[in-house]
């Protein structure tokens, strides 16, 4: 499906390409480079790479990214420092076989289809990684997936081994319309028992869930760190906010539909307002970006 922002023409003119990069299609050339600027634009919030500055790359051999995707962090990973081993894994062969394309003459890449959801990395990988590298999972699977996910990520890790979670909270806007979807959305997750947490409004409380699963699966915290990816109306960031808006809203409406809290016509109303308000030259937005470096502890013998 091609997913694309209907503006009204009465509005402010948005800025050149914003509608055309609301196309979303890992078949194609295009959205993998649009996917490598989201890329670069996440780097330029920290060190300017694909790594924090606090870690030392030097002292790596063997990186695993779960979940992915195109494979453009594993590409960068694989620009910046060329001796490292990659491995990538993601659910979706469509993703995986753009990774293969896009990282074709990186011999030290090797990329595999997997299930993440359901206890299949162990079986493809062997607990001997330096780093183990998840981005951006909250929103694609259940707490008890993603529960499963992140042990399964601290087994691949040597001991003395690191594990890098990076998310996303909830967007901050002046936009009411999208406080309100975003409230929506919260209020659904909780009463489906799907929620990271019912105790911090406005947020998915994904870091202190992320840090009691992490702790109980004997990893303690080495560095954290949150970042404010700037997403106002002619800012770098606006294109991507757009893109991945569009996405959420698109992957929302079944779920706030089946839950019965809104109508289809009240839905469709929000979703209108949400346009026309992000669409507006006085919008302003930040993205939380929480990035959380652990340590997997010694193997516990019993």
């Known amino acids: 499906m091609s997913l694309q922002f209907i ?3 009465n509005l402010s003119p948005l800025l050149p390409r914003v509608a055309d990069f609301l196309h979303a299609s890992l078949s194609t050339t ?3 480079r649009r996917l490598m600027e989201q890329e670069q634009f996440l780097h330029s919030l920290w060190s300017g790479g694909p790594l924090p500055s606090v870690l030392d790359a030097s002292m790596m ?3 695993l ?3 992915c995707g195109a494979g453009t962090w594993l590409q960068s990973m694989a620009s910046f420092y060329p001796s490292l081993y990659l491995s990538g894994i993601d659910r979706d062969e469509a993703a995986i076989e753009a990774a293969r394309v896009l990282n074709a003459f990186n011999s030290r890449v090797r990329l595999q289809v997997r299930n993440l959801a359901c206890g299949e990395i162990g079986n493809y990988v062997v607990a001997g ?3 183990v590298h998840v981005r951006f999972m909250a929103g694609e699977m ?3 997936q993603y529960a499963t996910l992140l042990r399964e990520a601290v087994c691949s890790c040597r001991p003395g081994g690191q594990v890098m979670v990076c ?3 909830l967007p901050l806007s002046d936009s009411n319309a999208l406080t309100h979807l975003m409230r929506l959305w919260q209020l659904v997750l909780e009463h489906e028992k799907r929620a990271f947490t019912s105790q911090i409004p406005n947020q998915l409380g994904i870091v202190p869930w992320v840090q009691q699963t992490l702790r109980s699966a004997n990893c303690h915290p080495v560095h954290e760190e949150m970042f404010y990816a700037q997403c106002a109306y002619g800012g770098e960031g606006y294109l991507h906010f ?3 808006l569009e996405q959420m809203m698109q992957r929302l409406r079944p779920l706030l539909l089946r839950s019965g809290s809104i109508s289809m016509a009240e839905l469709e109303g929000l979703e209108c307002e949400v346009r026309r308000e992000v669409a507006s030259p006085k919008f302003y937005g930040l993205c939380p970006v929480h990035v959380l470096i652990w340590q997997r502890g010694p193997v516990q013998v019993h």
Request: net charge negative; proline share 4%; charged share 45%.
């Open 65 to 67: 990214d779960i979940g």
């Open 242 to 244: 757009c893109r991945s």
């Open 167 to 169: 998310e996303l909270e």
């Open 30 to 32: 295009e959205d993998v």
């Open 61 to 63: 051999r063997h990186v």
């Open 7 to 9: 503006f009204d023409r």
């Open 129 to 131: 990684y330096d780093l």
């Open 142 to 144: 259940t707490p008890r």
